[in-house]
């Protein structure tokens, strides 16, 4: 088993038991390949759920770029409702996770079609 098979391994665990979302396996794993070489560094591979300069980086980089979303304050309320719902105190928020949860939440599915 690869790492990265690992880490989409433990992404999908995390949705399961701490998300409460059953995975697309196909999509988490084409999502996690799309973070590229992030998911194998211990920092960029979290998402600090409590730093605003850290959120706002996914809004723009994530949601903007890559999903091709325009700006507005649906943008931030999906980001809060996603960590809110992996746990405010869950110290681990995984990129993957969090982003596949904003492509399920906008439907952006397509995106990694």
Same mark, same amino acid.
């Given at each position: 088993m690869s790492k990265r098979d690992e880490l989409i391994a433990k992404y #999908? =665990? !995390?949705?399961?038991?701490? /998300?409460?979302v059953t995975p697309d396996m196909a999509l988490l794993t084409?999502?996690? *390949?799309? /973070? %590229?070489?992030? *998911?194998?560094?211990?920092d960029s591979s979290t998402v600090a759920g409590s730093d605003p300069s850290e959120l706002e980086t996914v809004?723009?980089?994530?949601?903007?770029?890559?999903?091709?979303? #325009? !700006?507005?304050?649906?943008l931030m309320e999906a980001i809060n #409702?996603? *960590? =809110?719902?992996y746990g405010r105190s869950e110290r681990s928020k995984y990129r993957a996770v969090v982003y596949y949860m904003l492509v399920?939440?906008? %439907?952006?599915? #397509?995106?990694? %079609?």
């Open positions: #999908a =665990d !995390d949705l399961k038991n701490k /998300c409460k084409k999502v996690t *390949i799309g /973070c %590229g070489p992030s *998911i194998y560094n211990a809004k723009k980089n994530f949601l903007m770029k890559k999903l091709g979303l #325009a !700006d507005s304050p649906s #409702a996603v *960590i =809110d719902t399920k939440h906008f %439907g952006k599915e #397509a995106v990694y %079609g």
